[in-house]
């Protein structure tokens, strides 16, 4: 066959490439531009949503455009309750990979955001990794109802839940009658003071941030998620940035936790039938550039509360 009879079969390829990419373009657009319309709105709002815990949502146009979304905890409060998705050995991996909404369903919890660094990893928009129920490793200690279930490492900080909900973040391994705990990458809060950091690129870029925060006396936990890589949204924050919001707080000690496209902070809501729960997103996730898309990861951290109480 000549080169000349091969060349329109080679045209023809090309155009059929081509616009199956402006396809994948364009149904990618309507797709984003319709998630982008159920994000919570910009808006400054505080509320209780149990018994103990209170959230807010704090909108900022400086140094750009941030949706701030901060929970408080009071772990002494009555019912409230602690859980670190349990380990689930899979494949030789410690467990599998859950959205913080599954996981929040899976356990009937009132609250739950994504915790620990995990691996392997790999974010590309179609070709990601982890799918739900892929099996993945924590990075760092990981403890469920009293089992551990990955080992305390070195370097990586852990936020631990004794018996009766104190909780403490350290550098060292969990006490030995630890309930629950899971590891963050750093500590960027120390006894109030920002924790001076080590020169790192990664530090400085402006992503989805989530961080647990303790008071001195362990009994008061702060959830603090900032959404980001949302274009006038909310773009996201450096190390430096999310240190000042948290010395804003007044926060005693900070773990930043796994952030990026797993930043994600859920409510559960009743369904229509008594026994439904519903996961409700109180941020914006971003997994794979699409707003509101929740990123399976390896573990959370969840909460159990009781309802408000009307007063007649």
């Not at 408080?72 to 349990?86: E, M, N, Y």
Request: include cysteine; charged fraction near 20%.
């Amino acid at each position: 066959m000549s080169k000349r009879r091969k060349f329109p079969w080679t045209r023809s390829l090309s155009a059929i490439a081509l616009s199956l990419v402006l396809l994948s373009l364009g149904l990618y657009g309507v797709f984003y531009g319709v998630s982008c319309l159920s994000r919570p709105p910009r808006t400054d709002v505080q509320q209780p949503l149990f018994q103990g815990i209170v959230y807010r949502r704090i909108p900022r146009s400086t140094p750009r455009p941030l949706t701030i979304h901060v929970v408080t905890i009071d772990l002494k409060a009555p019912g409230i309750g602690v859980l670190v998705t349990p380990g689930k050995p899979t494949q030789g991996k410690e467990t599998v990979a859950q959205t913080t909404s599954d996981f929040l369903r899976e356990f009937n919890l009132q609250l739950a955001i994504n915790g620990s660094f995990f691996y392997p990893f790999q974010e590309q928009w179609l070709l990601y990794y982890p799918h739900s129920g892929e099996p993945v490793n924590v990075l760092g200690q990981a403890i469920s109802n009293g089992v551990t279930y990955s080992a305390f490492e070195r370097g990586w900080p852990v936020l631990c839940f004794s018996q009766d909900n104190r909780a403490q973040i350290s550098m060292a391994s969990c006490p030995a009658d630890t309930a629950q705990a899971l590891a963050g990458g750093e500590i960027i809060i120390e006894r109030g003071n920002l924790v001076v950091m080590k020169d790192n690129r990664d530090q400085k870029k402006l992503f989805p941030r989530t961080v647990v925060a303790t008071d001195e006396s362990g009994e008061k936990l702060w959830l603090i998620l900032v959404d980001g890589r949302q274009r006038f949204y909310s773009e996201g924050v450096s190390i430096i940035e999310l240190q000042n919001i948290l010395a804003e707080l007044g926060v005693y000690r900070a773990l930043n936790l796994d952030g990026g496209g797993s930043t994600t902070l859920v409510v559960a809501r009743r369904g229509e039938k008594p026994s439904e729960v519903l996961a409700a997103s109180l941020n914006s996730p971003i997994h794979t550039r699409i707003p509101m898309r929740q990123r399976p990861v390896a573990n959370h951290l969840g909460f159990y509360a009781r309802p408000i109480r009307i007063k007649n």
